[in-house]
């Protein structure tokens, strides 16, 4: 058993940046993948990125403007958010996996999610 604990979320301007940050405790350990997805109202749950060590890997449509990063020593993931649009509007979810995927129900473990919205 795993416990994911995401943080940082809120409400920013178009153009600005947020930073968040998930806390893994329990199971998962620096073995893992450890990623983020959003997930929109009525939209499917999307990869956003995902670190391993040297392995990064960043969804198309973020990227250029986030970058994530991985503290294994304190086993926790950041997600730094530049340039947020309106469309960047979500739910944010930590998630660990024991290899790579895009695919949602590859991952073994959830956070609950923060809210993320992009708005004047």
């Known amino acids: 058993q795993a416990q994911l604990l995401e943080s940082g979320g809120g409400l920013v301007q178009p153009g600005g940046s947020l930073r968040l940050s998930c806390t893994a405790s329990g199971d998962v350990d620096s073995s893992f993948f450890m990623g983020w997805f959003r997930q929109a109202p009525r939209k499917e749950r999307d990869f956003v990125a995902a670190?391993?060590?040297?392995?990064?890997y960043i969804g198309d449509s973020v990227k250029g403007r986030f970058t994530i990063s991985r503290d294994n020593a304190k086993n926790s993931v950041y997600l730094q958010m530049n340039e947020l649009v309106p469309e960047d509007t979500a739910v944010y979810f930590c998630?660990?996996?024991?290899?790579?995927?895009?695919?949602?129900?590859?991952?073994?473990?959830w956070g609950r999610g923060t809210q993320v919205t992009v708005s004047a």
């Open positions: 670190i391993r060590s040297n392995s990064i």
């Open positions: 998630a660990a996996a024991p290899y790579y995927s895009t695919r949602p129900n590859f991952y073994r473990y």
